[in-house]
């Protein structure tokens, strides 16, 4: 919990109509009701010639030209012992050359000051880049919201790395909902929705989705373009309503009338959010790709929206794998052709809004007001929070006194129900809402095969033959693929799931001919593994042949004699040797540019082939990534810290800290036990112990994330907190972790014993 005790934030401040009015009041809110107790306050900029009612947070006002107006900002900041100061920064909302008059408030602070830099442009005039340069120097830390906001300050603005942090757009936190009850309140009942909200300017390329409607029409005779939003002040200020008048002149001239529908409004929130709830389709077809970020974009996307956007920058990160459709800028036949199919195709439209609803979790402004605390408390301290110390013994005889908790699954058996394994909870209670997924399902016929080993009580019959009834639903025999997303009512959401998946699931029937309890069932997944592993040849990605050399390496010890398995199983394994033979240096030894999640089952892939098939090399390779990974993945206390999803995808850079994940401590667990059985360095054996020991407290946060009554286990660490969800992924990666340590330990049976201590 932070100790900061008063903290002011500097930008536009409803109710002046603009995104970084909304967002500065939304964060200051946020923060306030994450922090009861702290004195919050908003140093609010007026542009000139109007005057607005702001409400009491608002406790000093700037005109944007009146110099004076912000030195004497400064002095009202520092006489009232304000412990950090929050900056929104956007070109054009502060006075002078390229916003110079904030320096006249920023050199006269005497507390830190984190600033939030809503645009960083890639080829700043002479004037901008020095003043964005002062403000730098003059900020202890600096914010943005995308990945390509910091790459830029590194290269163009030579801003050191530990001084950016990333911290994504904040969200309004609701529920995934239909559009029906929203549509039937706001008068748009039977009708296809498409929506745009945001202040209207030429450069939202409106006329662009204008021109797009005649072609949508001809799929979706019922559809209606909605453009929710007043004209940008600016533009009122010196052109009127021409810009409007003009997108009016073109509805007209195409004959759509009774289609695109313009609310001239600047809506609160609770009304916004029926907007957004009642759309079908979200589109943002802005014609400038250096956009850094959208308010717009991000809440669409945070309440399940599908959402066709142009590839500006925020909108090519935050739509990547699946969770947004891009279009090129300017292109109407595009943007029409890519509404007109998903208006109808409802099981690819539903796929893709659970896919960026289930994405944007993390983007909650509770979540991000977490974030922002967490940075301030660390600035003005002057110092990182301090990583607590190891509290179990490192050293590789460790193990042999190691005694695992005892497997408890009553929280794994809530989260179950006839059909299968539930993806998601709401503390320890089962959210039906977001229904389930083949991934957590293959994971717990993982789990299920796990259980069958000695010394564990096997599942219930009926539950594991569940799992393989979901698996077998899945198996789309018209795609060859596997389906991933089911809704609550057992609807697929999609006719075929991502590669991971399929590999994962690989992965599940592998290990179901190697070890389930029935015959029968174990017939069953050899065939139906033969049928779907062809398409893992034509896959691109390296987790899922990973996944799938793991569900090989099970396959074969039975299946010997299968040549098409024989031949996948080399190709896939050349494959991973093929990339991290491209992408590794002396000091990245790695198959990608960058790091995201499951690593290590890259590595123990190539172990476990190399160890089955007698090739060195592969083993060599996977060696040699794990040893690296782990100095990722340690801290200089000695901790395990598993690489945070903060960091996902960034290249060649340190990992980020945060949020921590239970499914990367099981990978690495399983990693370094097959390394020990590869080589017999028993270190390997103490690195598991390490990673398992994340799980009972010994992380950055000294917090247990398993409750060991019930088997429950926290969906990861924040930087602040535990994540208090307890879902599918979670549950199984702790109890997969939990049956190979005590798999392990009963090799060292007899020998004197500890308990791990629990921080």
């Not at 009861?36 to 607005?52: F, K």
């Not at 909650?364 to 600035?379: H, N, P």
């Not at 089955?612 to 395990?640: D, H, K, N």
């Amino acid at each position: 919990m932070s100790q900061i005790r008063r903290i002011a934030f500097i930008g536009n401040s409803l109710p002046r109509r603009c995104g970084i009015a909304t967002f500065t009041t939304d964060l200051q809110q946020a923060i306030a009701v994450s922090a009861p107790d702290m004195d919050t306050c908003i140093v609010a900029m007026s542009d000139r010639g109007h005057v607005y009612d702001y409400p009491p947070v608002v406790r000093f006002e700037i005109n944007e030209d009146g110099i004076e107006e912000y030195a004497q900002a400064a002095d009202f900041l520092n006489a009232g012992q304000f412990e950090v100061v929050s900056l929104q920064h956007e070109f054009g909302i502060f006075g002078g050359e390229a916003g110079e008059n904030i320096l006249a408030l920023l050199s006269r602070l005497t507390m830190p000051v984190v600033t939030t830099l809503h645009t960083v442009l890639s080829e700043p005039t002479a004037a901008q880049r020095n003043i964005l340069d002062r403000i730098v120097d003059a900020s202890s830390k600096v914010v943005v919201m995308a990945e390509k906001g910091r790459e830029l300050l590194r290269t163009v603005y030579r801003v050191p790395s530990e001084k950016i942090e990333i911290i994504p757009h904040g969200i309004p936190d609701v529920a995934f909902v239909e559009p029906g009850p929203a549509k039937a309140k706001l008068g748009f009942s039977g009708r296809s929705v498409i929506l745009t909200f945001g202040l209207l300017s030429p450069n939202k390329g409106i006329e662009v989705m204008i021109d797009a409607m005649p072609s949508i029409l001809k799929c979706r005779a019922d559809a209606v373009y909605v453009v929710l939003g007043a004209t940008h002040p600016n533009l009122v200020r010196d052109e009127g309503e021409a810009y409007r008048e003009s997108l009016l002149a073109r509805v007209r001239q195409l004959g759509v009338e009774k289609h695109v529908v313009f609310l001239d409004q600047f809506v609160d929130l609770p009304t916004l959010l029926d907007f957004i709830s009642m759309c079908d389709v979200y589109v943002t077809p802005y014609l400038n790709k250096a956009q850094m970020t959208s308010g717009t974009l991000a809440y669409s996307f945070g309440l399940g929206k599908a959402v066709v956007a142009t590839p500006y920058w925020h909108a090519r990160e935050l739509l990547d794998d699946g969770r947004g459709i891009l279009v090129p800028f300017g292109d109407a036949t595009a943007i029409g052709s890519e509404i007109a199919e998903l208006l109808t195709n409802h099981v690819r439209r539903d796929a893709m809004r659970k896919r960026a609803y289930s994405s944007s979790r993390p983007m909650t402004w509770e979540r991000t007001a977490a974030r922002y605390l967490s940075l301030f408390d660390g600035v003005r301290r002057g110092q990182p929070l301090m990583v607590v110390e190891l509290h179990l013994d490192r050293s590789p005889s460790a193990w042999d006194r190691y005694t695992p908790p005892q497997m408890q699954i009553e929280h794994f058996l809530s989260m179950c129900d006839d059909t299968g394994l539930f993806q998601h909870a709401v503390h320890s209670v089962a959210d039906r809402s977001h229904g389930y997924c083949l991934d957590d399902n293959a994971r717990a016929l993982l789990l299920a095969c796990a259980l069958n080993n000695p010394g564990e009580e096997r599942l219930p019959e009926a539950l594991t033959a569940r799992f393989c009834a979901f698996v077998q639903h899945a198996w789309n025999p018209d795609t060859m693929r596997f389906r991933n997303f089911m809704s609550f009512d057992r609807r697929w959401l999609e006719d075929r799931g991502s590669e991971d998946s399929h590999g994962r699931t690989l992965w599940a029937l592998g290990e179901c001919v190697r070890g389930d309890a029935s015959p029968s069932r174990r017939q069953w997944a050899a065939s139906l593994f033969a049928v779907a592993l062809p398409a893992v040849e034509s896959f691109h990605s390296p987790r899922a042949w990973a996944f799938a050399l793991l569900g090989l390496d099970a396959y074969c010890a039975t299946h010997a004699e299968d040549p098409d398995a024989e031949r996948v199983r080399h190709r896939l394994a050349a494959k991973l040797i093929a990339i991290m033979s491209s992408v590794e240096t002396k000091d990245w030894v790695w198959f990608e540019e960058g790091l995201a999640y499951d690593n290590a089952r890259l590595s123990q892939a190539l172990i476990l082939t190399g160890a089955s098939t007698e090739s060195p090399a592969y083993v060599e390779a996977g060696l040699r990534s794990l040893r690296w990974l782990m100095t990722q993945q340690t801290t200089p206390a000695g901790l395990f810290r598993p690489i945070g999803t903060e960091g996902f995808g960034e290249k060649r850079k340190m990992p980020r800290a945060f949020d921590q994940q239970p499914l990367e401590a099981t990978a690495t667990i399983s990693a370094c036990l097959a390394a020990w059985r590869a080589d017999g360095d028993a270190e390997w054996r103490a690195d598991a112990a390490r990673a398992f020991s994340w799980f009972l407290g010994s992380n950055d946060l000294s917090s247990p994330l398993v409750d060991l009554e019930t088997g429950s286990c926290r969906d990861g660490l924040h930087p602040d907190r535990p994540n208090e969800n307890r879902g599918g992924e979670s549950v199984v990666s702790y109890l997969l972790s939990l049956s190979e340590m005590r798999q392990i330990a009963h090799l060292s049976a007899g020998q004197p014993k500890f308990a791990p201590r629990l921080a």
